[in-house]
């Protein structure tokens, strides 16, 4: 059972109680939800990514629910912020995804939902490997900025859509996103999107990918509820 605690402007805070660790999260439920999306976050940044957050609350408009969550405990991101080793064990950030997604699905108001994932930075190739190890549930997979290439040999295990958005400005990961397209064996999709840096905070930019973002999920995880 989910356990909420208390409100936020625009959310449920929630604790997800692992086999291990508690991890921090915010959950939003739209009316009629038909279909919902996990944030997995990327280098050095958390549940409170505001570009994340944006995205969320566009998703949230198109009646999709959103879990933002920390992949790691407080504890584990002052050491990451030292050694930042910890945000590249994708091995680990996938596993606490996959375990975040098995507890949520517990809660009866969500059990029925469709699940999909949105992954900024090292957080994409986390869920590309959560999504190779949930192939029934997983649904969608959107990577924003993200280093699809870090799922290595898990890309070609991957059995759901997967829509890859990348800055045109952003050289090196547009080709490490390129490299990762011609190993992923499922539906997939690569969006450049012109005159955007890494983090698309120009102008217009965000609200792109958001665009697109809603798109891909409303297509692919709303389509059987």
Not at 43 to 62: D, H, I, M, W, Y
Not at 86 to 99: G, H, K, M, N, T
Request: glycine residues 6%; proline residues 3%; contains cysteine.
């Amino acid at each position: 059972m989910v356990l909420l605690t208390k409100n936020e402007k625009d959310s449920t805070f929630v604790e997800i109680q692992l086999d291990l660790v508690k991890l921090e999260g915010n959950l939003s439920i739209p009316k009629n939800s038909i279909g919902i999306v996990l944030f997995a976050h990327g280098s050095g940044s958390s549940r409170t990514s505001p570009r994340n957050r944006f995205v969320a609350r566009e998703l949230n408009q198109k009646g999709i629910a959103a879990l933002l969550f920390d992949l790691l405990t407080r504890e584990e991101e002052e050491v990451d912020m030292q050694t930042a080793h910890l945000r590249f064990d994708i091995s680990l950030l996938s596993q606490r995804l996959v375990e975040t997604t098995d507890w949520l699905l517990k809660n009866s108001k969500i059990s029925n939902l469709n699940v999909g994932y949105f992954g900024a930075s090292t957080g994409a190739a986390a869920a590309l490997v959560a999504a190779a190890e949930r192939p029934d549930i997983v649904k969608a997979v959107v990577s924003r900025g993200g280093r699809p290439d870090l799922a290595g040999p898990h890309l070609s295990s991957v059995k759901c859509p997967t829509l890859l958005l990348v800055g045109g400005y952003d050289d090196v990961v547009i080709e490490l996103n390129k490299q990762a397209m011609d190993k992923l064996k499922s539906e997939k999709k690569l969006i450049i999107i012109q005159e955007a840096t890494h983090l698309f905070e120009e102008p217009g930019k965000l609200e792109q990918v958001a665009k697109h973002a809603t798109d891909w999920f409303m297509r692919y995880i709303g389509e059987s509820n």
